[in-house]
């Protein structure tokens, strides 16, 4: 189950019924981890993205892969 980080400027620690605590990268992460449906509804938010948990401590951003680039044609 995922993490949720909320980077928007009035993320509180207390969202939609779940604790948030403060981020060491900036905004507020999930203080536990949420059901995927919870965390799809917050995802679909702009300013709410996924983190993962660094070694049960507090959850590290997850990198987004980078978009792919079309091929030039000659």
């Known amino acids: 189950m995922p993490y949720v980080l909320c980077t928007r400027p009035n993320a509180s620690d207390n969202i939609n019924g779940f604790p948030f605590v403060p981020h060491p990268g ?3 992460v999930s203080a536990d981890d949420l059901p995927e449906d919870v ?3 917050f995802l ?3 300013g709410y993205s ?3 948990p660094a070694g049960g401590s ?3 951003p997850v990198a987004a892969p980078s978009p792919q680039k079309p091929a ?3």
């Open 44 to 46: 679909a938010i702009p």
């Open 72 to 74: 030039k044609s000659k």
């Open 26 to 28: 900036g905004g507020m």
């Open 50 to 52: 996924l983190v993962a």
């Open 58 to 60: 507090a959850p590290e």
């Open 39 to 41: 965390a799809a509804n």
